[in-house]
């Protein structure tokens, strides 16, 4: 049996709280008594205490974490490096943190708190196997498709995937997408990757596996917690 690769987590959180109409980035925001971004950290840990935790910060939030932390008495360890200008860089510098030559690294939103253990343990297994694995569910609602010169058509929604995070992979081939160019179309980490030409597998996700992006997110949240303690 060959020995298990260790296991990393690059936890992204550039958000300005733009769309939350609030000053505080949103993964600063409190849920249940404390910042999205500690619960999303608490939910890797759940899964395997030996998980090693990069969060990636704009430079700028870098001491506003660390007084946060302070404030909850945050305990959990985890490496605290600043972000890129872009979600590329961001991910990039994250990468710089992961310092064996071969792991299972897995990158995720850090306002996603939400991702159950079950998911993110899918995740790094089908990334073992395969060498990538990324979570997704299919859409609820009907969709249709923009056309060129106005109008739009309907597509079938069984064609489609929601994608998610975690996105999880081998070091070594995160390592070797993230040396090619930034492009327009890097969407997320599986879109540098598929660049390669790899052939991305699914894991299905959670519609509880939301991402708190608007003030509604902020209500589906409280109630996902308050669920919790029942």
């Known amino acids: 049996m060959k020995d298990k690769l260790p296991e990393y987590a690059i936890v992204v959180a550039g958000g300005t709280g733009s769309r939350m109409q609030r000053e505080l980035p949103k993964q600063f925001i409190e849920i249940g008594g404390k910042p999205v971004l500690m619960h999303t950290l608490e939910q890797f840990f759940a899964y395997n205490a030996a998980v090693r935790l990069i969060v990636v910060l704009p430079e700028n939030q870098l001491d506003v974490w660390r007084e946060l932390c302070q404030k909850h008495r945050f305990k959990l360890f985890h490496m605290v490096v600043a972000g890129g200008a872009t979600r590329f860089g961001s991910v990039k510098n994250g990468l710089g943190m992961v310092l064996e030559q071969e792991a299972l690294v897995a990158v995720h939103d850090g306002v996603r708190p939400f991702t159950s253990t ?76 598929e660049q390669l030409g790899e052939q991305m597998v699914l894991v299905e996700g959670s519609y509880r596996n939301i991402k708190i992006t608007t003030p509604e997110d902020l209500v589906l949240a409280e109630a996902f917690l308050q669920e919790e303690k029942l």
């Open 118 to 193: 079950a998911t993110i343990q899918e995740a790094y297994l089908k990334a073992a196997a395969y060498g990538n694995a990324i979570v997704a569910v299919s859409p609820k609602d009907s969709i249709r498709q923009l056309v060129a010169g106005g109008g739009s058509k309907a597509v079938p929604r069984t064609e489609y995937k929601l994608v998610q995070t975690p996105q999880t992979f081998k070091a070594s081939l995160l390592r070797r997408a993230y040396e090619q160019p930034e492009q327009v179309f890097f969407t997320d980490d599986a879109s540098v990757v």
